[in-house]
Nanobody
Framework: QVQLVESGGGLVQAGGSLRLSCAAS????????MAWFRQPPGKEREFVAA???????DYADSVKGRFTISRDNAKNTVYLQMNSLSPEDTAVYYC????????????????WGQGTQVTVSS
C-alpha cells in the first residue's frame, strides 16, 4: 500500500509564502509523476502543478510564476513552493502520485494524500 503524507499548510497573509511537502512511502514505490491539486471551498478539485520523474513540470495558469514544484526522487518527496499568495489560493491542497507513464501530467493519479489546509487572509 502506498501512502502520501502532506505537510506545510497553514494560515498566511496575502503576499506571503508557504512550502508544502508530500512524502510517498510504502512497498517499493517509484513515482513516475507527482502532482498537487487543490479544492477551494465550495468548488471542485483542480490541478495546480505536476512534475515527472525525469524533471518536466506543468502548472495551471493561475499559479504560473508564483508556485514552483520540485521533487527529491531519492526521498520520493515532492514540494510546492507557493509565493505571492492571495485569498484565491485558499483551499485544501492534495498531493497525487502515480507509478506509470501517461501522456498527460494532469491525469490520472491513483494515490492521494489526506490533504493540507492552506488559508490566505486578506
Amino acid at each position: 500500500q502506498v501512502q502520501l503524507v502532506e505537510s506545510g499548510g497553514g494560515l498566511v497573509q496575502a503576499g506571503g509564502s508557504l512550502r508544502l511537502s508530500c512524502a510517498a512511502s510504502g512497498r517499493t514505490f517509484n513515482a513516475n509523476a507527482m502532482a498537487w491539486f487543490r479544492q477551494p471551498p465550495g468548488k471542485e478539485r483542480e490541478f495546480v502543478a505536476a512534475i515527472r520523474w525525469s524533471g518536466p513540470t506543468d502548472y495551471a495558469d493561475s499559479v504560473k510564476g508564483r508556485f514552483t514544484i520540485s521533487r527529491d526522487n531519492a526521498k520520493n518527496t515532492v514540494y510546492l513552493q507557493m509565493n505571492s499568495l492571495s485569498p484565491e489560493d485558499t483551499a485544501v491542497y492534495y498531493c497525487g502520485a502515480r507509478s506509470s507513464y501517461y501522456p498527460s501530467t494532469r491525469a490520472p493519479y491513483y494515490y492521494w494524500g489526506q490533504g493540507t489546509q492552506v488559508t490566505v487572509s486578506s
